[in-house]
């Protein structure tokens, strides 16, 4: 099981990424173990949804990473089913 995931950062700004440990992963962005979100904290979990392998997860992720839009992310967000 792999899960895509959108966080809201305290600087308004959203954060995608793919793990098959959600917990854990959102431990690590609050206790500044990641490289990409070293100097930010976490707001919130906005969007998350479970994917059955690691290809299916990765092509949702880079799908969203590659609009680069807020607007873009905010409107996937409002459409997806959590």
């Known amino acids: 099981m792999w ?6 950062w305290s600087n308004g700004r959203y ?7 959600l917990e854990r ?9 990641s490289k ?6 976490p707001l919130a979990l906005v969007w ?18 590659k609009m680069k839009s807020r607007k873009v992310i905010e409107e996937f967000i409002e459409k997806k089913d959590l």
């Open 3 to 8: 899960i895509v995931y959108v966080l809201l």
């Open 36 to 41: 990409a979100t070293k100097w930010m904290r």
């Open 15 to 21: 954060y995608v990424g793919s793990t098959n440990n």
């Open 48 to 65: 998350h949804k479970t994917y059955e392998s690691l290809i299916e997860a990765r092509r949702e992720e880079i799908h969203l990473k």
């Open 25 to 33: 992963r959102l431990e690590k962005h609050y206790w500044w173990h």
